[in-house]
Each structure stands twice: as C-alpha cells, then as structure tokens.
T-cell receptor, first 112, second 115 residues
Framework: GQQVMQIPQYQHVQEGEDFTTYCNSS?????IQWYKQRPGGHPVFLIQ?????EVKKQKRLTFQFGEAKKNSSLHITATQTTDVGTYFC????????????FGGGTRVLVKP | KAGVTQTPRYLIKTRGQQVTLSCSPI?????VSWYQQTPGQGLQFLFE???????NKGNFPGRFSGRQFSNSRSEMNVSTLELGDSALYLC??????????????FGNGTRLTVT
C-alpha cells in the first residue's frame, strides 16, 4: 500500500550543528504537513506545503516540498536543546482515498 | 481557546473487554480524526468524522468504531480488546476535512493498556 517513509529514524546532533530529515512517498502527495512531538507530548502542527518546489522557513527550520511532490525535507540550523523531539511528516494521498498518512518520524536527540 | 480534550488520560483493561474513548474538539472545529500511536507502527490512521458522518477509514478491524455527535464531540469504541490494542490513542480536530488541507490539532491522547 501507499507509504510515507522518513529517514533517518534517529538523529543525534551536537548542539549548534545543522541536520536534515527526509520524507519520501511512493505516490504523489496533495500536500505535506510536518509535526513535532516532544517527549511525553502530542504532535503539534508546524507547517503545511502544497505547491511543487515550495520552500517555507520558520526561524531556524526550513521546509521543502519536492518538484514531483513525492518528497519533502526539514532542515534545522544551529540545533538547540529545545529542538529535541520526534518530527513527523504526513502526506495527503489522494490515491489512498485522501488519507493523511504519517511517516515513522525522526527522533532527534541533542548533545549539549 | 481551549485545545482538544481527550478523556480519560489513562485506561487499563483486560482482554475481551470493551472501551470507549472521548474527544472534545477545539470550538468551531467540525472534523475529528483518530490515530493509534505505538512505538513499532508509529501513527496509524483510524477514521475521520465530519458533520456526524464517517468520511474516511483506515485499515483497522471492525472492532474499532467511532461516532461524532452534533456538537462535533467524538467517541471511539474498541470491542473485544486484544493485547495488541495497547497504545496511545490520539484524537485530532481540524476546521475542515483533511482532504481540504486543514491541519490537525491533537489532544494529549488516551493511553490504553490491555492486560
């Protein structure tokens, strides 16, 4: 079935460094959403991308939607301890009956 | 504005029992979606309700059911509980349907443990 894959599953980052997490789908996505879940918390909506090639920034976070609308990335610069958590992408797949399908998440640990 | 409220926060049930989970969406939100979150399977879509009608359903057995009331509040029921049903059940509300690009606002979840 249609899936949304995220890599890496875990990311250990030194405070101050940059990192990128990737989201890939086997099927074209109508949109891609990103969520952050802090340890013990619930997913919180970060951003939504709809257009092919779209790039959006939120302070140190940069989100991209691929030209073919099958992949997306989240790049965090100058990682801080507040960035700890699991980042999920979620793609809306029309071919799957308009279900919002979540990737497995990238769990980010920050080394001070 | 109050966020999404889920009750109860924790539940312990035994195999074969049934359970009902409740979700109150953000005021004005008409869509409610339910997800199951487990360490191994991540966030799995259960169903979406809008205007008291189930609009979409995930790949879960018929033991999982839900409903939505006229005030947009939603309940989810799991019958004949199995050990594998142990999970965090998350409810999320949105202004409109997810197919119309409405982002989800999640509640804190109900942690269900089946023994």
């Amino acid at each position: 079935g249609q899936q949304v894959m995220q890599i890496p599953q875990y990311q250990h980052v030194q405070e101050g460094e940059d990192f990128t997490t990737y989201c890939n789908s086997s099927t074209t996505l109508s949109n891609i959403q990103w969520y952050k879940q802090r340890p013990g918390g619930h997913p919180v909506f970060l951003i939504q991308l709809v257009k092919s090639g779209e790039v959006k920034k939120q302070k140190r976070l940069t989100f991209q939607f691929g030209e073919a609308k099958k992949n997306s990335s989240l790049h965090i610069t100058a990682t801080q301890t507040t960035d700890v958590g699991t980042y999920f992408c979620a793609g809306l797949i029309k071919a799957a009956g308009n279900k919002l399908t979540f990737g497995g998440g990238t769990r980010v640990l920050v080394k001070p | 504005k109050a966020g999404v409220t889920q009750t109860p926060r924790y539940l312990i049930k035994t195999r074969g029992q049934q359970v009902t989970l409740s979700c109150s969406p953000i005021s004005g939100h008409r869509s409610v979606s339910w997800y199951q979150q487990t360490p191994g399977q991540g966030l799995q879509f259960l169903f979406e309700y809008f205007s008291e009608t189930q609009r979409n359903k995930g790949n879960f057995p018929g033991r999982f059911s839900g409903r939505q009331f006229s005030n947009s509040r939603s309940e989810m029921n799991v019958s004949t509980l199995e050990l594998g049903d142990s999970a965090l059940y998350l409810c999320a509300s949105s202004l409109g349907r997810t197919e119309n690009n409405s982002p989800l606002h999640f509640g804190n979840g109900t942690r269900l443990t089946v023994t």
